[in-house]
């Protein structure tokens, strides 16, 4: 429901940004008796976010599922996201055991589509009140802490006091600088550029990535028969594509190892994407402020990570304080809750991006997992489940899971193959 001005403006908590992360939140405490203003500075109900991935990760299925958003995204067109991966070592090709359950999954979902649909149920959750046009401009600070921010709205500025103010608005958040909440970057040796095709078929009708040592690119089916091609090559090659960005582009997909035939195609987009997108990780609370989405951490784009951890950061907000934003708790403690809860899940995922992020070829690790992965297929259902994020890096590359990829190469080797690395010795 949209609130008129002349209504009260005191809630439990006010999140900023109407997107993925704060629509979910919004959505979530409002089911747990909080009392939320869902701020979104733009104006109109249908905008969406146009740089991103357009793909949820596994991980976030059971807040899909709490959201009740499943059945709506089946019915938009939304395609469960198998992918395939390209390595020197040939295609990972994740498959179910036989006589084995399906591989879980999420969707690839254009924004176009996810963001009106999670917003407008947003605004017809009991307890939220959407208002649009409202741009955060300052907080409301007493002893310290947050209580409230100030807001340019269409009929002038507006106080809002909340309890909790969350910070749902992106990678260069206005909460987290106004909280004075610092960002931790890393540099991205790669730079991005992506463009939505129809008409384009994919091997299997699946994802596919592309593992090049260092460049990157991946193909993703999405509604409505659309799909999502991406470049994110080595910044090496960044004169080019500012020289020539259509004919850079299209010649890097061309040369791809079996390639998508996106001559015969229709490009029915821009050709958008960021020459500089640095990985950003700040603290997820400070004193009355909570951050969710890339308002706290930001990975990688060519992982498409940011929209499943944007619905689990604003699931684990919403559990964790949920109570106390009501009144009935703790605040500061149900705040380090999330926090511990945030970086406990997150960390160790975004070290092991930082580090991807430089551009490099695989290391001797990498090399060990990526090629039993395409000789084998537990090895290869195994990547998957770190690919979409239900298990961490710990579990990824624990002993056991080393010893079994060790295993297959060692067989490999024993038929006369090649070992994990070139003659070059990479």
Not at 372 to 398: E, K, T, Y
Request: hydrophobic share 40%; aromatic share 8%; proline share 8%.
């Amino acid at each position: 429901m949209t609130e008129p001005e002349s209504a009260g403006s005191d809630y439990d908590v006010v999140i900023s940004g109407a997107g993925l992360a704060g629509s979910a939140a919004a959505i979530l405490l409002a089911r747990r008796g909080v009392r939320v203003a869902l701020l979104e500075r733009r104006s109109d109900p249908e905008a969406y976010k146009v740089l991103c991935t357009h793909s949820i990760t596994a991980n976030a299925y059971p807040v899909l599922d709490e959201l009740g958003l499943v059945p709506a995204l089946e019915r938009a067109g939304a395609v469960r996201n198998e992918a395939r991966w390209y390595t020197r070592w040939g295609w990972i090709e994740p498959r179910p055991a036989p006589a084995g359950p399906e591989l879980p999954y999420a969707y690839n979902v254009r924004r176009s589509t996810l963001d009106p649909l999670i917003r407008s149920r947003a605004a017809q959750t009991p307890g939220v009140d959407l208002l649009l046009g409202h741009q955060v401009t300052g907080l409301v600070r007493e002893a310290g802490r947050t209580v409230g921010v100030r807001a340019s709205t269409p009929r002038g500025e507006r106080g809002i006091r909340a309890r909790l103010v969350v910070g749902a608005d992106g990678k260069d958040s206005a909460v987290a600088k106004f909280a004075g909440v610092p960002a931790r970057s890393h540099e991205n040796a790669r730079f991005g550029y992506l463009a939505h095709f129809r008409g384009l078929p994919l091997h299997g009708g699946i994802g596919q990535t592309w593992f090049l040592e260092p460049d990157m690119a991946y193909a993703f089916p999405n509604d409505d028969g659309v799909t999502v091609l991406a470049v994110l090559p080595d910044k090496k090659r960044l004169p080019a594509f500012r020289e020539d960005l259509e004919g850079s582009f299209l010649a890097f997909v061309r040369a791809l190892p079996e390639a998508p035939p996106i001559d015969s195609a229709e490009r029915i987009s821009k050709i958008i994407g960021t020459i500089d997108h640095p990985l950003h990780s700040r603290r997820p609370t400070a004193p009355g402020v909570a951050l969710v989405g890339d308002a706290a951490l930001t990975g990688d784009p060519l992982w498409g990570v940011g929209c499943g951890w944007a619905l689990q950061s604003a699931r684990w907000l919403a559990e964790a304080v949920a109570p106390a934003a009501a009144g009935r708790g703790d605040l500061d403690k149900s705040l380090a809750v999330y926090a511990r809860r945030h970086g406990r899940r997150l960390r160790g995922h975004q070290a092991m991006a930082a580090d991807f992020a430089k551009a490099r070829p695989f290391n001797p690790i990498e090399r060990l997992v990526f090629s039993a992965a395409a000789r084998d297929a537990s090895v290869a259902r195994h990547m998957h489940l770190f690919s979409q994020r239900l298990i961490g890096p710990l579990r990824f590359l624990n002993p056991v899971a080393l010893a079994r990829a060790s295993a297959v190469n060692i067989r490999h080797l024993g038929k006369g193959g090649r070992p994990p690395y070139g003659a070059d010795g990479r």
